[in-house]
Antibody, heavy 116, light 111 residues
Framework: EVQLVQSGAEVKKPGESLKISCKGS????????IGWVRQMPGKGLEWMGI????????KYSPSFQGQVTMSADKSISTAYLQWSSLKASDTAMYYC?????????WGQGTLVTVSS | QSALTQPASVSGSPGQSITISCAGT?????????VSWYQQHPGKAPKLMIY???NRPSGVSNRFSGSKSGNTASLTISGLQAEDEADYYC???????????FGTGTKVTVL
């Protein structure tokens, strides 16, 4: 069974750094694109970017380029999304998803709250 | 990078059919047959309902169907049921990075 398991909820202060994770299992982690999606409170879904764990090829949405960094560790089948300096406006639910025929499998989401 | 355009809300009575539209451009919906639809219940992760315009993943009810005409895709839910009440998002491949875009989302209400 394909599964994506994300790290737990985080509460951070503005200016702090953060790295959240998405661990894949039940499939060849290096052979499928992983995407990251932001959902701000009460709002819609937004593609942040995608990464191919096989060679770490990464494509960012212009809105998120330079604001976040996506990476992957093939040895532990885990993708990451990180911020170097969080803002209050980064408060949102973040989902990872795996692309097969489409974005077939989704993680359970990681809630990030940024508040002073 | 603009989102695809969906109606904010659609409603119907149990047993009726409803259709949700998703308007894009020739750079996304009109240029590729990679339109997908996702259902999201409150507090839950999105669930894939339709892929490649009109294909249903295993386990998705055949009451859900998809189509495309020009730059607009559509999701039809027939025999509407209470459990269909949720938010629905279309998504398409797009020629510009990061190569995927979502629609604005549609709240479906079962009256």
């Amino acid at each position: 069974e394909v599964q994506l398991v994300q790290s737990g909820a985080e509460v951070k202060k503005p200016g702090e750094s953060l790295k959240i994770s998405c661990k894949g299992s039940g499939y060849s982690f290096t052979s499928y694109w992983i995407g990251w999606v932001r959902q701000m409170p009460g709002k819609g879904l937004e593609w942040m970017g995608i990464i191919y764990p096989g060679d770490s090829d990464t494509k960012y949405s212009p809105s998120f380029q330079g604001q976040v960094t996506m990476s992957a560790d093939k040895s532990i089948s885990t993708a990451y999304l990180q911020w170097s300096s969080l803002k209050a406006s980064d408060t949102a639910m973040y989902y990872c998803a795996r692309r097969d025929s489409a974005w077939q499998n989704w993680g359970q989401g990681t809630l990030v709250t940024v508040s002073s | 990078q603009s989102a695809l355009t969906q109606p904010a809300s659609v409603s119907g009575s149990p047993g009726q059919s409803i259709t949700i539209s998703c308007a894009g451009t020739s750079s996304d919906i009109g240029g590729y047959n990679y339109v997908s639809w996702y259902q999201q219940h409150p507090g839950k992760a999105p669930k894939l309902m339709i892929y490649d315009v009109s294909n249903r993943p295993s386990g998705v009810s055949n009451r859900f169907s998809g189509s495309k005409s020009g730059n607009t895709a559509s999701l039809t839910i027939s025999g509407l049921q209470a459990e269909d009440e949720a938010d629905y998002y279309c998504s398409s491949y797009r020629s510009s990075s990061p190569n995927y875009v979502f629609g604005t989302g549609t709240k479906v209400t079962v009256l």
